[in-house]
């Protein structure tokens, strides 16, 4: 059962655009939610976190949104670098599973300049 | 500041053979410790978590196991691989609080 689901495996935009990346997840536990990026042959490194009682949070070029009704989250990233052609990750924490994260299957990002 | 270490880099292992993963982490004690494997085209499963020393969870039965002899040392072991253990391994640590799950640059197996 994949509780959280990154439904488009790649995306492609031109630098200077916006990149919107989707999360979807099923277990209304989920009270924090996560966005890493990760490049070929490196770990993960975490970007930016959202807790279920906000639903915005910013960080510079990029911003994390929470509709928790619908149960999806996105990533904004305004504007687009060619440096943020990456995989991209979204988490999330169950409020009973102490620090354990359960990831999505990952996006592909690709900036085009 | 704190860092994660993972040896090796790369590994090519023929099926049947043994496998030892190390992870350490400097510059904190008491760290939650993860393994992850991320298969070709796939997400990050989570294999064992760690608390303490000696506190290992299992997350998905395989022939894999992991150990935690030493506060800041995690390690992933099989005795026999399979072709099907082939995949990226990450190892991932966190304070508790906040959340975020720091990785090391991960280890590339190879089963042949």
């Known amino acids: 059962d994949q509780q959280v689901k990154q439904n488009s495996p790649s995306l492609s935009v031109q630098e200077g655009r916006i990149s919107i990346l989707n999360c979807d997840y099923t277990?209304?536990?989920?009270?924090?939610f996560l966005w890493y990026k990760k490049y070929p042959a490196e770990g993960p490194t975490f970007l930016i976190s959202?807790?279920?009682?906000?639903d915005k949070n910013e960080d510079g070029r990029f911003t994390v949104f929470l509709n928790k009704s619908a149960k999806h989250l996105s990533l904004h990233i305004v504007p687009s670098q060619p440096g943020d052609s990456a995989v991209y990750f979204c988490?999330?924490?169950?409020?009973?599973?102490?620090?354990?994260?359960?990831f999505g299957e990952g996006t592909q990002l690709t900036v085009n300049p | 500041s704190q860092t994660i270490h993972q040896w090796p880099a790369t590994l090519v292992q023929p099926v049947g053979s043994p496998l030892s993963l190390e992870c350490t982490v400097e510059?904190?004690?008491?760290?939650?410790l993860y393994w992850y494997r991320q298969a070709a085209g796939r997400g990050l499963q989570l294999l064992f978590y760690?608390?303490?020393?000696?506190?290992i969870s299992s997350e998905v039965p395989q022939n894999l196991s992991a150990s935690r002899p030493q506060d800041r040392q995690f390690i992933l072991s099989s005795k026999k691989l399979l072709l099907s253990d082939s995949g990226f391994y990450l190892c991932?640590?966190?304070?508790?609080?906040?959340?975020?799950?720091?990785f090391g640059p991960g280890t590339r197996l190879t089963v042949t």
């Open positions: 959202i807790s279920s009682i906000k």
């Open positions: 277990n209304s536990m989920f009270d924090y």
């Open positions: 760690s608390v303490g020393i000696g506190q």
């Open positions: 510059g904190t004690s008491n760290p939650n």
């Open positions: 988490a999330a924490k169950r409020g009973t599973s102490g620090s354990r994260l359960t």
């Open positions: 991932a640590w966190t304070p508790g609080w906040p959340y975020e799950q720091y």
